[in-house]
């Protein structure tokens, strides 16, 4: 026999898949890993007692527009990374400009206050908890997208792993956004943007042991 032959012989008995099949599977990592953030940080953290008039300011959902745009943006990326074939290309655009925004913020935000409060505006209340508690809660969820890339076969390991990283610690800052008193950009653009790189460190760093095949 062929091998041509014996290849389609073998080809012609695997089921057809979904081309949705891949994204759903992703999805589910991320909903399972999220929900079970939320349930450490209800138990860990819990809501802060004021959510329903921050739910009106638009410091809020600045936040939640930051951290869910990054975690869209890092969707992408991994549903790229997770195929064999799959290259970022200009979706890296897509990933950075969150940050950049958030940080132009910031800056227009110290360029419009006086010197003296700039520590205040940039360290808060909680700078000592924030970037550490959101990868925390990241943990879950990387812990959740890692066991999805075990249906996938990415040859970037390192690269795919970080970006689960980064997308858990977007999906994680989110969550965390819940119980986080801070409403300055210049925070955000710190200590989020921190906890979320450091969620990408930790993703690289598995990904280069667990996703190799």
């Known amino acids: 026999m062929r091998t041509e032959d014996l290849i389609d012989q073998l080809s012609a008995r695997v089921p057809r898949l979904s081309r ?7 999805l589910a990592g991320l909903g399972g890993g999220t929900l079970a953030a939320l349930a450490i940080l209800l138990v860990a953290y ?4 004021d959510l329903a008039e921050a739910g009106q300011t638009v ?12 975690a869209a943006a890092g969707f992408a990326i991994v549903r790229r990374l997770a195929r064999p074939e799959g290259r970022i290309g200009a979706a890296w655009i897509a ?8 940080a132009a913020l910031g800056v227009l935000e110290l360029a419009g206050s006086t010197p003296e409060t700039w520590t205040a505006l940039w ?12 990868v925390f809660l990241s943990v879950p969820i ?6 999805s890339f075990q249906r996938f076969a990415p040859t970037r390991p390192v690269s795919a792993g970080a970006a689960a990283g980064v997308l858990a610690g ?11 008193p801070e409403q300055t950009a210049v925070f955000m653009a710190t200590w989020y943007s ?12 598995l990904g280069g042991r667990v996703l190799r095949w």
């Open 95 to 102: 990933l950075a400009a969150p940050p950049v925004f958030i």
């Open 142 to 147: 990387l812990a959740c997208l890692l066991w």
């Open 20 to 26: 949705h099949a891949g994204p759903r599977r992703l």
């Open 170 to 180: 977007a999906a994680g800052a989110a969550v965390y956004a819940l119980t986080c």
């Open 123 to 134: 360290l808060g209340r909680t700078a000592a908890r924030c970037s550490s508690a959101i």
């Open 46 to 49: 819990g809501l802060r007692p």
């Open 194 to 205: 921190g906890g979320i790189a450091l969620s990408g460190v930790l993703g690289g760093l």
């Open 59 to 70: 410091a809020f959902w600045m936040k939640w527009a930051f951290t869910v745009s990054l």
